[in-house]
């Protein structure tokens, strides 16, 4: 099985079109027709069907797409690699981050990183944590940021932990629930879950977290300025990190709540692959996640970022 042939299908499902897969691939269409034919009879089934539009995968054809795929990403990531132990620091680094890390961390430690290693191309993926942790298992980022999930398998990642984030409830300003003094006054209350589903999110576990029931979900969102916008419309209560919560923009739209329970405790990690030997660029990108969160820290104050009272 040769790489030109399995290029020829992912070409061609993705294009789906084989005059289109051949000119991605700067082959005539026959030449491109044959190397999937060439695998067809290696495999001995039916990679593509025709159709009135193109050419589309048989589910043979998506197990073969899928598993090509893959093998293309771990060839890549071991010529990078292998460059990069020779000292050449170049390629490329996807990073996967939730919309608080993006917001808070990895300003910073782009500014820092891009700084010393030019030559090697970042990309921010920003996404529920769930599915940054789909795509770190598959090999499509090579870093996952965000809060520690509660029943996370063991040893399937290596974590390390960047630095305490406090999580502060927040509403538009003048809102008279600003004024609430217990988290069982807001429980009637509407607020915006950062999550896939009113299932999950900062809202749900913080209401559990003190014996009470989740709050009705107002809105889903998964951006922090989406956030921000539904909370500054006084339609909802939202949690944002003090820092974010704090800054001098924020405060002219935004009335912090102060709580008896206090804030919302949470710890901000990266994870890696644990069956997969990292690659020069993302073992020094940790090392600068690990200065731009200790900068934070010290920022917050000793108390670690607890909210003021």
């Not at 030109?4 to 299908?9: E, F, G, I, K, S």
Request: glycine share 8%.
């Amino acid at each position: 099985m040769k790489l030109t042939n399995l290029r020829a299908l992912v070409a061609a499902i993705e294009e789906g079109s084989l005059r289109a897969a051949g000119k991605r691939l700067g082959v005539s269409q026959p030449a491109l027709t044959k190397l999937i034919r060439e695998l067809e009879r290696e495999l001995a089934t039916t990679l593509l069907v025709r159709s009135t539009t193109g050419v589309v995968a048989t589910a043979q054809g998506m197990v073969m797409y899928e598993r090509a795929v893959a093998a293309e990403r771990e060839l890549l990531q071991a010529v990078e690699q292998i460059r990069q132990l020779d000292g050449h620091m170049t390629g490329a680094l996807t990073i996967g981050a939730v919309p608080l890390a993006v917001m808070l961390l990895v300003p910073e430690t782009l500014r820092t990183f891009g700084s010393a290693f030019p030559g090697i191309q970042l990309r921010i993926s920003e996404e529920l944590y769930i599915a940054q942790l789909t795509r770190l298992r598959k090999g499509e980022v090579d870093i996952a940021l965000g809060p520690l999930p509660p029943e996370l398998p063991p040893g399937e990642f290596v974590v390390e932990t960047l630095m305490p984030i406090t999580m502060v409830p927040v509403v538009r300003k003048g809102d008279p629930l600003a004024r609430a003094s217990s988290l069982r006054e807001l429980v009637s209350a509407p607020w915006v879950y950062t999550g896939a589903s009113s299932d999950s999110g900062y809202a749900r576990t913080f209401f559990e977290l003190h014996g009470l029931p989740a709050p009705p979900a107002g809105a889903l969102v998964n951006s922090t300025l989406g956030l921000l916008s539904i909370v500054a419309s006084g339609k909802c209560i939202g949690l944002l990190p003090q820092q974010i919560a704090t800054h001098p923009i924020a405060t002219q739209y935004l009335d912090t709540i102060e709580l008896a329970e206090g804030p919302l405790q949470l710890t901000l990690c990266a994870l890696t692959r644990s069956d997969v030997h990292l690659k020069p660029s993302v073992r020094q990108f940790m090392a600068h996640l690990h200065r731009a969160a200790h900068h934070l820290t010290q920022e917050a104050g000793p108390a670690g970022g607890a909210a003021k009272r």
